[in-house]
């Protein structure tokens, strides 16, 4: 079932405003009479000229609203200077609906330049249909896609400039839920590493539970990928750091680590350079981004950590990927935890929590319980040691620093930080980063 249609008029010239009119009445007559209860809501997407808010000036081909009673509060005109503004200023309205099935209804020659915006500005979670405007005449057409034609390939060139228009579009946008925070640690030397744990706050995502500086984009979630790379850029210009130059790694969940320089696995949790310049990263929202540097051979990586993760020992095969590769000694690596999940709010089936118990009863709370506390940074710190990292050289401000500044439980702090374990399937995600100077 279709629950949104858009109207895509935007690049219809004024001096066909008696033709439109008609086009567009028979389009939302269409919509009125063969709609499920409720009507889907409707937007129709027009240029907004320049200038013309402030002259007074008025699209006068839209029809009187008020002649579509069954669309009264469904029915929208949303008015840009770029295709790109006027369909972001739809996708806003789509997602704080929660809506996802939407047909499109356009010229046909604006179908393949359409489709390009769309791959750009929406994820797998939307599903489009598109018909011709000048063809609206039945039922079926606003419940059943109609089979598509052979794709068309859309030049480079305009490819290209769609891409422009977008990032620019995207630029102009307010940062939202205040300014762009990064926490440092002292531990690891500025003087040698730039390094950072992003925050949630000083981006452009508007999704409540993606607001406001969302690092990463999937087929399951609603921030496109342009949108969590104009948040990177916003990231790395307050940072330092060359978004172009920026890795992150491919989560998998479990123990394997990408050198730098070499084939690049499928997947991995773990990454390890010595090349200046080249900024790694690993994401977390409730597990750990985990930062290490050695001031010593001027190596560094970057691990992310979940329960998973934490137990197949990713950390410590981040450190003996550099000790393989780089000649670090274990001694001098240092290591701080980013902001995770503490053992306040973490839970875990008892079958899972049994793992943790072996490595430290104290990793565990209520463990007789179905679903014990689970403290997977007491868990990590506890390997790292194990494995030749002096407790000195580990940063879990939780236990060291009583004004936690970096290792704070992320369900406890909606305001700065994301959690899947808080808000579900939708989650935000942020980022530790850490990258030689040259």
Not at 50 to 60: A, F, I, K, L, P
């Amino acid at each position: 079932m279709v629950e949104a249609v858009l109207i895509d008029l935007f690049s219809l010239p004024a001096n066909l405003q008696n033709n439109i009119q008609g086009l567009l009445c028979n389009v939302l007559e269409t919509i009125e009479k063969w709609s499920s209860i409720p009507a889907p809501f409707v937007y129709v997407m027009c240029c907004q000229r320049q200038g013309s808010e402030r002259n007074g000036e008025q699209v006068s081909f839209l029809p009187a609203l008020g002649d579509f009673q069954s669309l009264k509060g469904r029915l929208e005109v949303v008015r840009a200077l770029t295709t790109a503004a006027a369909l972001y200023t739809v996708k806003q309205r789509l997602d704080e609906k929660d809506l996802s099935i939407i047909k499109v209804i356009l010229p046909t020659l604006r179908k393949d330049l359409m489709k390009v915006y769309i791959d750009h500005l929406f994820t797998a979670v939307y599903q489009f249909e598109f018909e011709d405007l000048q063809v609206a005449s039945d039922c079926e057409n606003l419940q059943i896609a109609e089979p598509r034609s052979e794709e068309q390939t859309v030049p480079t060139q305009d490819v290209a400039l769609i891409r422009s228009e977008i990032q620019m579009y995207l630029e102009s946008l307010p940062s939202l839920k205040g300014e762009l925070t990064v926490l440092r640690s002292s531990l690891i030397p500025d003087d040698i590493f730039l390094h950072g744990f992003s925050t949630r706050t000083g981006g452009i995502s508007y999704i409540p539970t993606l607001s406001s500086c969302n690092l990463f984009s999937s087929s399951k979630r609603r921030d496109p990928q342009v949108v969590v790379k104009e948040n990177l850029r916003r990231l790395a210009n307050a940072a330092g750091f060359n978004p172009e130059t920026f890795r992150r790694v491919k989560i998998d969940h479990a123990n394997a680590v990408y050198i730098m320089g070499k084939t690049e696995p499928d997947s991995y949790d773990g990454i390890v350079t010595n090349q200046k310049g080249v900024t790694i990263a690993a994401p977390g929202a409730d597990c750990i981004p985990v930062l290490f540097a050695d001031p010593v051979r001027k190596a560094c990586g970057a691990a992310h950590s979940g329960w998973k993760g934490t137990l197949l020992g990713v950390s410590m095969a981040t450190v003996n990927a550099m000790v393989s590769e780089y000649g670090c000694n274990v001694k001098d690596i240092l290591v701080v935890l980013g902001p995770s999940v503490g053992p306040c709010c973490y839970k875990l089936p008892h079958e899972s929590a049994k793992e943790f118990h072996r490595i430290d009863p104290k990793c565990v709370r209520l463990f007789d319980s179905a679903s014990p506390y689970i403290d997977i940074r007491r868990a990590t710190r506890i390997l790292l040691e194990s494995g030749g990292i002096l407790p000195e050289n580990i940063q879990d401000d939780s236990v060291t620093d009583q004004n936690q500044n970096i290792t704070f439980c992320t369900a406890c702090h909606p305001d700065k930080f994301y959690s899947h374990f808080r808000d579900g399937t939708n989650f935000g995600t942020q980022i530790g980063f850490i990258s030689i100077k040259d």
